[in-house]
T-cell receptor, first 115, second 111 residues
Framework: GAGVSQSPRYKVAKRGQDVALRCDPI?????LFWYQQALGQGPEFLTY????????KSGLPSDRFFAERPEGSVSTLKIQRTQQEDSAVYLC?????????????FGPGTRLTVL | ELKVEQNPLFLSMQEGKNYTIYCNYS?????LYWYRQDPGKSLESLFV?????AVKQEGRLMASLDTKARLSTLHITAAVHDLSATYFC???????????FGGGTRVLVKP
């Protein structure tokens, strides 16, 4: 597709459930980022992949958060035993070094609500 | 730790008037981005500023970067209702690095 896509767009989970959020980056983009945006705040970095390698996961808030990109394209962010504080919009972004000023292109996000 | 601060957090504008949003950041960086976000939507790239003194303009929006002062401004000329949105600035230390965002400036343009 032409842009970054994410699914589902909305997810409601009961506290304690596991969730999986998917990101399809722009075709051919090597780099992929996940960000978390709480209501009324700016996005905050979670983790970064270059191809299938997870090069930075310093922003993951706890060991309940896990991300993977096994084939270097689609990525999944998994949250285990969800808590109410996990409620946020999860944004995925991709880019290719050397193209378009190296800017990141963002997907529409997944809005997660934990009840 | 890189920190990015925007002000004001909220800006109520009158149509036809001019306004400025400020973005300060804490450590050296030559790369600054401005994004627009409409309610319930993702981030739309507005400007990429890559060097000291960079100035870019698109329609009623103009962005500039002063790397020595660690300051970027987003200037809105003759505000119109369509510009109502939340505006974020973001900084990265180098190409390919994670973005650090400001808290956003919520803009509401009233007739």
């Amino acid at each position: 597709g032409a842009g970054v896509s994410q699914s589902p767009r909305y997810k409601v989970a009961k506290r304690g459930q596991d969730v999986a959020l998917r990101c399809d980056p722009i075709s051919g983009h090597v780099s992929l980022f996940w960000y978390q945006q709480a209501l009324g705040q700016g996005p905050e970095f979670l983790t970064y992949f270059q191809n299938e390698a997870q090069l930075d996961k310093s922003g993951l808030p706890s060991d309940r958060f896990f991300a993977e990109r096994p084939e270097g394209s689609v990525s999944t962010l998994k949250i285990q035993r969800t808590q109410q504080e996990d409620s946020a919009v999860y944004l995925c972004a991709s880019f290719n070094l050397g193209l378009s000023y190296n800017e990141q292109f963002f997907g529409p996000g997944t809005r997660l609500t934990v009840l | 730790e890189l920190k990015v601060e925007q002000n004001p957090l909220f800006l109520s504008m009158q149509e036809g008037k001019n306004y400025t949003i400020y973005c300060n950041y804490s450590t050296t960086s030559d790369r600054l981005y401005w994004y627009r976000q409409d309610p319930g939507k993702s981030l739309e790239s507005l400007f990429v500023l890559l060097s000291n003194g960079a100035v870019k303009q698109e329609g009623r929006l103009m962005a500039s970067l002063d790397t020595k002062a660690r300051l970027s401004t987003l200037h809105i000329t003759a505000a119109v209702h369509d510009l109502s949105a939340t505006y974020f600035c973001a900084v990265d230390k180098a190409a390919g690095n994670k973005l650090t965002f400001g808290g956003g400036t919520r803009v509401l343009v009233k007739p």
